[in-house]
């Protein structure tokens, strides 16, 4: 009993103390920077019981964004609310959204070429503004058009407007930008998924044109796709050499897109099997120097992995804020479910949780903006992600109960499109893989 009212009086002690502390500090108040509430969707709530650290910008000691970003992001937002999210189950039901239109509204607006040059129509900025975009994005009420877009901004062209000839920007990244048309990333095969070093597609040289033969499978946008950032064989050698990039036009003779992938979640992405035949491109579509396409590709494979866990945050932020709302109305034996400790500390270990992944991604988008190699962080923040993903999404949807396994909720809906992120991108045992070999404890 004197341990306990001796803690007891420590307790008040500090607290007294760090009342008077914080008296002197004042702190700046937490508050939207440039963006007006007004018209906000309840998932922005500034309720202070339901406020999240990436909602709220404090006076310019945020970990990673300026006012600027918060702008950007806000400018995205009205978008999501006016032209995506009101139409998000329509597109869900038909199993395919219509990406040329969604592609042309952000395109115009910038969002498809935020880090890309402007003299091909982007905005020049750096990466954290790609993982600003990508956050925003996380508030589309499923996961399929994030997914998408990340494809057509961050996936398929990082290495063309990097390496690729001006001819070539001109040709396919200029109106990738704009929206005008649908991209495309073509590694992945039947037999080589995240082992991009045994694919067997081959663009073998004859005269001045490449000759396709190979099939391409799990192609985001694949029936709607206007072209394609193709990683082919295009010489003999080790597999880490004899690879090649190309921009593929998807409209040539010899392509077959086989068929739409019936999946478990992503439904308002279209996903395709596609088939090269004798498939001619012209050799002047390499992006950059033959050979170098396995090792251009990994870098995009960095960025595409920050992207990831960027677009994952809002997402599982709002899942929890839900729950919370749900919980906390729905009552059974007479209480609140939210009342039952179980519950709530669930919550908080999830929220906790979720903080910390956030800091992981911001460390490693800040260090990889000063010029830093981010393989084993971005590797730790993707495979945090996706079983995080699937511990919130789960334990989500219980407190959800039966409403939970309707299709009626969004709780049900992420469940299945988050499963995705412990598979696609590098699935979480290649994410083990390349942790443990910078660590050096492979055997």
Same mark, same amino acid.
């Given at each position: 009993?004197?341990?306990?009212?001796?803690?007891?009086?420590?307790?008040?002690?500090?607290?007294?103390?760090?009342?008077? =502390? &914080?008296?002197?500090?004042?702190?700046?108040?937490? $508050?939207?920077?440039?963006?007006?509430?007004?018209?906000?969707?309840?998932?922005?709530?500034?309720?202070?019981?339901?406020?999240?650290?990436?909602?709220?910008?404090? *006076?310019?000691?945020?970990?990673?964004?300026?006012?600027? +970003?918060?702008?950007? $992001?806000?400018?995205?937002?009205?978008?999501?609310?006016?032209?995506?999210?009101?139409?998000?189950?329509?597109? #869900?039901?038909?199993?395919?959204?219509?990406?040329?239109?969604?592609?042309?509204?952000?395109?115009?607006?910038?969002?498809?070429?935020?880090? /890309?040059?402007?003299?091909?129509?982007?905005?020049?900025?750096?990466?954290?503004?790609?993982?600003?975009?990508?956050?925003?994005?996380?508030?589309?009420?499923?996961?399929?058009?994030?997914?998408?877009?990340?494809?057509?901004?961050?996936?398929?062209?990082?290495?063309?407007?990097?390496?690729?000839?001006?001819?070539?920007?001109?040709?396919?990244?200029?109106?990738?930008?704009?929206?005008?048309?649908?991209?495309?990333?073509?590694?992945?095969?039947?037999?080589?998924? *995240?082992?991009?070093?045994?694919?067997?597609?081959?663009?073998?040289?004859?005269?001045?044109?490449?000759?396709?033969?190979?099939?391409? !499978?799990?192609?985001?946008?694949?029936?709607?796709?206007?072209?394609?950032? =193709?990683?082919?064989?295009?010489?003999?050698?080790?597999?880490?050499?004899?690879? *090649?990039?190309?921009?593929?036009? !998807?409209?040539?003779?010899?392509?077959?897109?086989?068929?739409?992938?019936?999946?478990?979640?992503?439904?308002?992405?279209?996903?395709? #099997?596609?088939?090269?035949?004798?498939?001619?491109?012209? *050799?002047?579509?390499?992006?950059?120097?033959?050979? %170098?396409?396995?090792?251009?590709? %990994?870098?995009?494979?960095? #960025?595409?992995? &920050?992207?990831?866990?960027?677009?994952?945050?809002?997402?599982?932020?709002?899942?929890?804020?839900?729950?919370?709302?749900?919980?906390?109305?729905? /009552?059974?034996?007479?209480?609140?479910?939210?009342?039952?400790?179980?519950?709530?500390?669930?919550?908080?270990?999830?929220?906790?949780?979720?903080?910390? =992944?956030?800091?992981?991604?911001?460390?490693?988008?800040?260090?990889?903006?000063?010029?830093?190699?981010?393989?084993?962080?971005?590797? &730790?923040?993707?495979?945090?992600?996706?079983?995080?993903? $699937?511990?919130?999404?789960?334990?989500?949807?219980?407190?959800?109960?039966?409403?939970?396994?309707?299709?009626?909720?969004?709780?049900?809906?992420?469940?299945?499109?988050?499963?995705? !992120?412990?598979?696609?991108?590098?699935?979480?045992?290649?994410?083990?893989?390349?942790?443990?070999? +910078?660590?050096?404890?492979?055997?």
């Amino acid at each position: 009993g004197q341990a306990v009212s001796n803690s007891m009086a420590f307790f008040r002690s500090t607290l007294y103390n760090t009342k008077q =502390l &914080m008296k002197l500090f004042k702190p700046p108040l937490r $508050r939207f920077v440039g963006v007006s509430t007004a018209g906000f969707p309840e998932s922005c709530s500034l309720n202070p019981s339901h406020r999240f650290y990436s909602n709220i910008a404090p *006076s310019g000691d945020h970990l990673l964004y300026t006012e600027d +970003h918060f702008a950007l $992001r806000a400018s995205l937002r009205k978008i999501i609310d006016k032209e995506i999210n009101p139409f998000v189950d329509k597109w #869900e039901e038909e199993g395919q959204f219509p990406a040329h239109q969604v592609f042309k509204s952000l395109g115009k607006a910038g969002f498809l070429g935020v880090d /890309k040059p402007t003299e091909y129509g982007g905005l020049n900025l750096d990466f954290s503004y790609i993982a600003a975009v990508a956050e925003e994005l996380g508030l589309i009420r499923c996961g399929a058009i994030p997914m998408a877009v990340g494809v057509q901004s961050n996936m398929a062209t990082p290495a063309l407007a990097r390496f690729g000839s001006d001819e070539l920007k001109k040709e396919f990244l200029a109106p990738t930008i704009a929206g005008d048309i649908v991209a495309c990333l073509g590694v992945s095969e039947a037999e080589a998924g *995240s082992d991009a070093a045994n694919i067997k597609t081959k663009a073998v040289k004859k005269g001045d044109d490449y000759v396709i033969n190979g099939s391409k !499978m799990w192609i985001t946008s694949g029936f709607q796709a206007d072209w394609m950032c =193709l990683l082919a064989n295009t010489k003999d050698g080790p597999p880490h050499k004899n690879k *090649s990039l190309l921009c593929l036009p !998807m409209k040539l003779p010899g392509i077959h897109v086989a068929k739409k992938i019936d999946k478990l979640g992503m439904r308002a992405s279209d996903t395709a #099997e596609i088939f090269f035949d004798n498939v001619r491109i012209p *050799s002047k579509y390499l992006i950059g120097e033959e050979g %170098m396409g396995f090792n251009y590709q %990994m870098l995009q494979f960095q #960025e595409e992995r &920050m992207w990831a866990v960027a677009s994952s945050l809002l997402v599982l932020e709002t899942l929890i804020k839900e729950t919370i709302d749900y919980t906390s109305q729905r /009552k059974t034996f007479g209480q609140p479910i939210l009342y039952n400790q179980i519950v709530h500390f669930r919550l908080a270990e999830l929220a906790t949780e979720l903080e910390l =992944l956030r800091a992981l991604l911001y460390e490693a988008v800040g260090l990889y903006l000063r010029g830093n190699d981010v393989t084993k962080l971005i590797s &730790m923040a993707k495979l945090k992600c996706g079983r995080l993903c $699937r511990e919130i999404s789960d334990s989500c949807l219980q407190f959800w109960g039966g409403m939970g396994y309707t299709n009626e909720v969004l709780v049900s809906r992420m469940y299945r499109d988050l499963r995705l !992120m412990s598979i696609g991108g590098g699935a979480d045992e290649i994410m083990l893989y390349i942790i443990c070999k +910078h660590m050096g404890i492979l055997p």
